[in-house]
C-alpha cells in the first residue's frame, strides 16, 4: 500500500501500481506547468466521499512506495488518466484498461 503526501498535510494511501501510474501522469503534467483538480473517492471506511485537491508545480508532494520492486506499467491506463485530468473535471482514478502484452511489460518508475 503506497501513498501520495500532499504538502505534509494530505495523506491519501492506494495500490504501489495506482500511485506509479498517478506519479507519471502528475508528474508530467507539473513538468509542463500546468494546474489541476485531482479527484478520488475515499474508502468506504472513511465515509466514501468525494476528494479533491489543486495540483499545483509549488505544491510539495512526496510519492512513498511499500513494494521492493517497480510495479509494471500499463500504457493505456496512463492515457487514459492523462485523458482525464485534461477534461473539466481534472484527474480521477479511472479503471484500468485490461493490457496487452506490450502494454504490460516492466518499465521502472519515475524518481520523486
Known amino acids: 500500500m503506497g501513498r501520495l503526501i500532499y504538502d505534509s498535510t494530505t495523506t491519501i494511501n492506494m495500490e504501489d501500481r495506482t500511485l506509479a501510474h498517478l506519479q507519471?501522469?502528475?508528474g508530467a503534467k507539473l513538468r509542463r506547468g500546468e494546474c489541476f483538480p485531482f479527484r478520488w473517492k475515499a474508502?468506504?471506511?472513511l465515509g466514501s466521499g468525494l476528494?479533491?485537491?489543486w495540483m499545483a508545480p509549488g505544491i510539495s508532494l512526496h510519492f512513498k512506495y511499500f513494494g521492493s520492486r517497480p510495479p509494471r506499467i500499463n500504457g493505456a491506463w496512463i492515457d487514459a488518466l492523462a485523458a482525464s485530468s485534461n477534461s473539466d473535471?481534472?484527474?480521477q482514478?479511472?479503471?484500468?484498461?485490461t493490457s496487452s502484452a506490450e502494454e504490460s511489460k516492466t518499465e521502472a518508475?519515475?524518481?520523486d
Open 109 to 111: 518508475v519515475p524518481g
Open 89 to 91: 473535471a481534472g484527474l
Open 43 to 45: 474508502a468506504e471506511s
Open 24 to 26: 507519471i501522469v502528475i
Open 93 to 97: 482514478l479511472v479503471p484500468e484498461p
Open 51 to 53: 476528494n479533491s485537491l
